[in-house]
């Protein structure tokens, strides 16, 4: 159906930048909506940000004017762009799609993830 891969993740100091990026391969009837979702050991799986087909984005607060989602105009990349990172921003990083398969079926999709580590 839709595979994601995540990449870009690593170790930066705090205050850089890092930009990861999801490749999505395979066929489904229609896109909805593409995401970011990030796990730091010990805690719950959080919402980071969210691009829909119209190119509308949402952020949860704590990145809100840090980082950036975008989607190539093929729609078969989808980025993160991570700016002013923080030692709180260390994570586990994974890329999030939902959409309709061929049987018309609403799937979410999920990437492996990538992990991304700041250093103070």
């Known amino acids: 159906q839709l595979q994601l891969v995540e990449s870009g993740g690593g170790l930066v100091q705090a205050g850089g930048s890092l930009r990861l990026s999801c490749a999505a391969s395979g066929v489904i009837f229609s896109f909805n909506t593409m995401g970011w979702y990030r796990q730091a050991p010990g805690k719950q799986r959080e919402w980071v940000a969210t691009i829909t087909s119209g190119g509308s984005t949402n952020y949860a607060d704590s990145v809100k004017g840090r980082f950036t989602i975008s989607r190539e105009g093929a729609k078969s990349t989808e980025y993160l762009h991570m700016n002013s990172l923080k030692p709180g921003d260390t994570a586990v990083y994974y890329c999030?799609?939902?959409?309709?398969?061929?049987?018309?079926?609403?799937?979410?999709?999920w990437g492996k993830g990538t992990l991304v580590t700041v250093s103070s």
């Open positions: 999030y799609a939902r959409g309709r398969d061929l049987d018309l079926r609403d799937m979410d999709y």
